[in-house]
């Protein structure tokens, strides 16, 4: 009977550490680390930055690219035409989305180096929340990116999400550029053209 019980305890915690590590590693906390956690967790940067995945109970947030942005390997087809009220779309992913801006795809949050914010400084990233521009002076940061909302954080927020951002597990995933508006790339052929 003992021996039962011992071997019930080892399978326990052997089947407690598989189920640990399918999950990400867990950053490590400090204070800014800690804060920055609570305020992307509760802003939705999960909702447009983590792609959903089908799973067997219907699709579900992939935290094995968690915030990593739309999925380089996934290429979208262009973007149906807006039509009287619908005037946006969204791929599956929910990383994607297609409007009058163009079609604008999540960013990679993650600190990967080449592909993500791990080459920023918190500063660029404050600056960029701060100017509604990509690295704080290049191209606009397009819908559904709440920036209007973004910019009431303090800089201390800012830094602290930017901190929560570079503990978390890097993801090297290169999002595409965005596609500029149907309308306008067909006025631009049509002046290439004349």
């Not at 204070?31 to 939705?44: C, E, I, P, W």
Request: some cysteine; aromatic content about 8%; hydrophobic content about 40%.
């Amino acid at each position: 009977m003992q021996s039962l019980k011992m071997l019930v305890r080892i399978a326990f915690v052997v089947a407690a550490s598989f189920a640990r590590a399918a999950e990400p590693p867990a950053p490590a906390m400090n204070a800014d680390v800690t804060r920055g956690k609570y305020l992307v967790d509760t802003s939705g940067c999960h909702d447009c930055h983590t792609p959903f995945k089908m799973t067997p109970n219907g699709p579900a947030r992939d935290m094995e690219r968690m915030l990593s942005g739309h999925p380089e390997q996934l290429e979208l087809p262009p973007a149906p035409a807006a039509n009287g009220p619908w005037l946006v779309s969204m791929a599956g992913t929910g990383t994607a989305f297609a409007g009058p801006w163009g079609t604008s795809f999540a960013a990679n949050l993650t600190a990967d180096k080449d592909t993500g914010l791990g080459k920023w400084t918190s500063r660029t990233f404050i600056d960029t929340i701060r100017t509604g521009r990509h690295l704080g002076r290049g191209r606009e940061i397009l819908p559904p990116m709440p920036i209007p909302v973004y910019k009431n954080f303090t800089d201390q927020d800012l830094t602290a999400i930017f901190a929560y951002l570079q503990s978390i597990p890097a993801v090297k995933n290169k999002v595409p550029v965005p596609r500029a508006p149907a309308v306008a790339t067909a006025a631009a052929n049509n002046a290439a053209g004349s």
